[in-house]
């Protein structure tokens, strides 16, 4: 994320992000889902305008500059209102925030828009109350609201993010990875592509997913484009392919043309 200050406000750019991998171990006794994935952000960006106000409220306000954001929420279903009033709770300020979200980030597309917007939340928040929260406390209130948070909160381009996603391993990018976003018109429903994907049979055992991985992150360390390519996966691409015919459409569109390397992101649909 970049954050500046404007006179009293903080204003912070927000990026998403790709899952170069993804792999589901198992359902947990909590249950989320274990799982081993490698993101890296992407020059895709919502912006965020804080605004401290003296009353405890948190006031959030969006403009919507993508089609799919039309209809995010501006009370308390949204992460980036639940990350304040969790930071409020926590830190027991009589401080609140007005927010404004410019959303340019798909919705339902897998990139981590309100993750992201979420983290910069309790970031630029804890900067602005003046709160001086250390940054492993941060992280754990991150990991309260989601699964995708704690990636966003150090600004680290790429990652190896294991548990339930929570637990995050910088990896170093030595090369530009230049990718393409498809994000086709419908979106999917996180609960329903695990679902659908607890139906299906997993033949690779975890050992091997975990290999997998780390050979991708050795691969981005080595900046090795054609290793990288061959180590593009995702557990949760074929149940997404099979619940939605425009997903399996845009995924036989990009097979006719020459590409290096395809794979979805997150639960998708991008």
Same mark, same amino acid.
């Given at each position: *994320? ?9 204003? #912070? ?12 171990? @198992? ?11 490698? *993101? ?29 954001? !039309? ?8 992460? #980036? ?10 830190? $027991? ?17 897998? *990139? ?10 309790? #970031? ?55 990718? #393409? ?7 999917? !429903? ?16 975890? $050992? ?14 080595? @900046? ?8 593009? !996966?995702?557990?949760? $691409? ?24 395809? @794979? *979805?992101? @997150?639960?998708?649909?991008?």
């Amino acid at each position: *994320m970049r954050i500046s200050r404007h006179g009293s406000s903080l204003v #912070v750019e927000t990026p998403a992000k790709l899952n170069l991998s993804l792999k589901v171990l @198992g359902q947990r006794s909590d249950g989320f889902h274990e799982l081993h994935s490698l *993101m890296v952000s992407v020059r895709v960006y919502d912006t965020i305008r804080f605004e401290s106000q003296a009353s405890s409220e948190i006031d959030l306000s969006i403009t919507a500059l993508t089609p799919s954001a !039309s209809d995010v929420p501006v009370d308390s279903r949204n992460l #980036v209102v639940r990350a304040a009033k969790l930071l409020l709770e926590t830190s $027991q300020s009589e401080l609140g925030a007005s927010i404004h979200l410019t959303k340019r980030i798909p919705c339902e597309a897998g *990139m981590g828009g309100g993750s992201s917007d979420a983290a910069a939340t309790l #970031v630029c928040l804890n900067q602005l109350w003046d709160l001086n929260l250390p940054n492993n406390q941060l992280h754990e209130l991150a990991a309260e609201l989601g699964s995708d948070l704690n990636f966003f909160i150090d600004s680290k381009p790429t990652a190896v993010c294991t548990g339930r996603g929570e637990r995050i391993s910088s990896v170093p990018l030595n090369r530009p990875l230049n990718l #393409v976003v498809v994000k086709p018109d419908c979106g999917l !429903s996180t609960a329903d592509v695990f679902k659908h994907w607890a139906t299906l049979d997993q033949h690779s055992p975890n $050992q091997h997913r975990s290999e997998e991985l780390m050979t991708l992150a050795e691969a981005i360390r080595g @900046g090795q484009l054609q290793h990288i390519a061959e180590s593009i !996966s995702n557990d949760l $691409q074929q149940p997404a392919r099979e619940m939605n015919d425009e997903i399996e459409n845009t995924f036989n569109l990009i097979a006719r043309n020459h590409v290096i390397a395809t @794979g *979805m992101t @997150g639960r998708g649909s991008a």
